[in-house]
């Protein structure tokens, strides 16, 4: 998942994004307001966190350019106030949910994890397409209640695939919400990623989770089960 | 003219200025009419003498004599003069004053007709007579009486200049007296603006005494304004006093555990992260509270509609996940006397609780009889009634505070008291908790 983190104090904002790529996440930096809306303008982000109070551009003003250029993705508010007046401001100008700071990382993590899941149309924490469940908040995959251990990358390409379970994401596309900006596009790594990936979750080649379509990308297809 | 005074003063001079001189040009011209009239009247009884002195020959005819009663006819240029004309125009007769003037436009008139006119510097009255001879027949000439105008113009010029001295002088008094008019009427506004020279050397604290009706109004609102300033001071002062108390304790107490070599780092860790959420709390708790303006007066009131409608659409954004029924009955047109910002504040940290806890239903109710009352309500577990003055309680510091309670519902509890409105706890009929916001107003 792509990331764009938008904090003007430099030890939080390295913080935040040191832990938030721990936790899977391709994190986008930045400083201030523009370089915030020039990278949201740029680059294929999934969800944003934006800090209200920066020195240039606020916060509100870069989620209202945001959405007036058309990006719906899901943006969590930072702020040090927390007055109604600002959340409720905020949410009208577009954003989806604020936390108040200071925060525990936690928290943070299950707002991201929530926005992101409700923009795929998914109430509760766990997908389940059965016999396969992804706990998106402890990052683990079950098939038939067998864990299954995946690397990072591999759980990553899973998790984006499973959200836009139906449609077929191009190879660009999910590689680009996968890896930080400066990935060589034109490696096979994801092709090996996934045929590793199809050798773990389905060693008898009998639930077939994800389809390729050639020359145009690749396609999740279990169907969802139990809450949605 | 940026001053009253000078607006007022300017306006009545001008007002003044033009009535006398309306007062004065009307007076000279009923004075002029006058005077012309008394003129003809005198000269058609010059006329009436002429004919009482005109006498009749063997033949019946009209004989005028040389010599007359009145004895400016004798004298030439004496300013009186008179002419008869016969029908033909001819001159019949002239008075021997007249002798060596030219004779103005002479004019034959039919008897009985009359005419006053001015030529040049005479006034001419003419008049048409019909003289019947012994024959029977008669005979039309025309009476021309002229009097020099120098006398009228001179009567004119007296009272000309006695007019406008008067009336100047007139001008001058009023003028006067209203100028103290205005010193009078606007020395209330003086001594107001003299008191606040004083409050604002420290002099003195509010506007006191007795003013005007009119201004009234406006000391009592500048008087709570300078209140309200003085009481938000005094609320920043406690609360930084309060927060630098509060503070202290828990920093004191890291101070402490930092220097302990026996405390491990791993025990460190979870004393520190339990410090700073107490640090935390203690920050968030006094600076919102500081941050409640609790204006009431010089407000606008607030819609209350509106707001609960944008906290409602807030909360349901935020909350999307647990698909919330909310019920609104809002009183249409019911206010809020008071500051929005704090207003929002208040009902915001309330209706999240009810998101919050509730687990598919919330109602708002806004009634609006006698005062402005604002019904929050949720299906969740609720607060046993034991609890339920603790929730109610007021005033209670930051570092006494129960952090699992939320300092949401302190800061609108803390907004509720400053606007001198009352906080209630009960049982909704969904089932959760309900909470009761009354401010009675008026």
């Known amino acids: ?145 067998q864990p299954v251990e995946l690397t990072a990358y591999e759980y990553r390409v899973l998790e984006y695939l499973a959200l836009h379970a139906g449609k077929v994401i191009s190879k660009s596309e999910l590689t680009e919400h996968i890896y930080d900006q400066d990935y060589d596009r034109d490696s096979n790594v994801l092709e090996v990623l996934l045929s590793r990936l199809r050798r773990k979750l389905d060693p008898e080649g009998s639930i077939r989770p994800i389809e390729t379509l050639r020359g145009r990308g690749y396609r999740f297809n279990l169907q969802k089960t139990g809450t949605s | 003219m940026n001053s009253i005074h000078a607006r007022l003063l300017v306006a009545a001079t001008l007002v003044l200025a033009g009535f006398l001189l309306a007062a004065g040009v009307a007076l000279e011209q009923g004075f002029r009419a006058g005077l012309e009239d008394a003129l003809k009247d005198k000269l058609q009884s010059v006329i009436y003498g002429l004919l009482a002195a005109a006498d009749v020959d063997e033949k019946g005819r009209m004989v005028l004599p040389d010599t007359l009663a009145e004895p400016r006819f004798a004298s030439p240029d004496s300013g009186l003069y008179a002419w008869v004309l016969t029908e033909q125009g001819k001159l019949f007769w002239r008075s021997p004053s007249s002798l060596g003037k030219a004779l103005p436009d002479t004019v034959v008139m039919a008897p009985g007709e009359v005419s006053f006119s001015r030529s040049g510097d005479l006034f001419v009255f003419t008049q048409g007579i019909g003289w019947e001879d012994d024959k029977g027949n008669t005979r039309r000439y025309t009476y021309q009486v002229a009097e020099d105008g120098a006398a009228f113009e001179e009567q004119m010029r007296v009272f000309r200049v006695s007019l406008w001295s008067w009336l100047v002088g007139m001008a001058l008094v009023l003028l006067l007296i209203q100028g103290l008019i205005l010193r009078w009427g606007l020395r209330p506004l003086r001594a107001v603006e003299r008191d606040l020279e004083d409050i604002r050397e420290g002099l003195r604290s509010r506007l006191e005494g007795r003013y005007p009706r009119e201004l009234q109004g406006l000391v009592s609102s500048l008087n709570s304004l300078m209140e309200h300033s003085l009481a938000v001071q005094e609320r920043y002062r406690t609360s930084l006093d309060d927060l630098a108390h509060s503070l202290k304790t828990p920093m004191a107490y890291l101070k402490t555990v930092i220097q302990d070599p026996a405390v491990s780092c791993e025990q460190l860790r979870g004393i520190a992260d339990e410090q700073l959420q107490r640090l935390d709390h203690i920050v968030q708790h006094q600076l919102r509270r500081a941050a409640v303006s609790a204006r009431s007066t010089l407000v606008a009131p607030v819609a209350v509609a509106p707001v609960i409608d944008r906290l409602l659409t807030t909360l349901e954004k935020i909350y999307a996940e647990k698909h919330m029924q909310v019920e609104r009955q809002l009183a249409p047109g019911a206010t809020f006397r008071g500051d929005e910002s704090d207003f929002m504040e208040m009902l915001g940290n309330l209706m999240e609780n009810a998101f919050k806890y509730g687990s598919s239903q919330v109602r708002v109710t806004v009634e609006d009889r006698d005062g402005l009352r604002l019904t929050i309500e949720d299906d969740g577990p609720g607060i046993a009634p034991e609890i339920w003055p603790q929730v109610l309680r007021r005033g209670r510091r930051a570092d006494e505070a129960n952090t699992g309670q939320g300092i949401g519902l302190t800061v609108s509890r803390e907004i509720i008291r400053l606007y001198g409105g009352a906080l209630e706890a009960g049982r909704s009929a969904l089932g959760g908790l309900k909470l009761t916001v009354v401010f009675v107003q008026g």
């Not at chain 1, 949201?40 to 944003?48: F, N, Q, S, T």
């Not at chain 1, 966190?49 to 209202?64: A, C, V």
């Open chain 1, 1 to 145: 998942m792509h990331l764009l983190l938008i904090e003007d104090d430099t030890p939080l904002l390295e913080q935040l994004a040191r832990q938030l790529e721990a936790r899977g996440y391709a994190v986008a930096k930045a400083g201030d307001g523009t370089e915030g809306l020039y990278l949201g303008r740029e680059l294929p982000v999934d969800i944003a966190i934006i800090d209200l109070g920066l020195p240039d551009i606020s916060g509100m003003e870069i989620i209202r350019n945001l959405r007036r250029e058309g990006l719906d993705f899901p943006i969590l508010i930072l702020t040090a106030r927390g007055r109604w007046e600002e959340k409720v401001e905020g949410l009208e100008a577009g954003a989806d949910d604020y936390l108040v700071k200071p925060f525990q990382f936690e928290e943070l993590l299950a707002r991201l994890n929530a926005l992101l899941r409700r923009s795929g149309g998914w109430a509760s924490p766990v997908l389940s397409f059965h016999p396969l469940e992804l706990d998106t908040m402890a990052q683990q995959v079950r098939v038939d209640g």
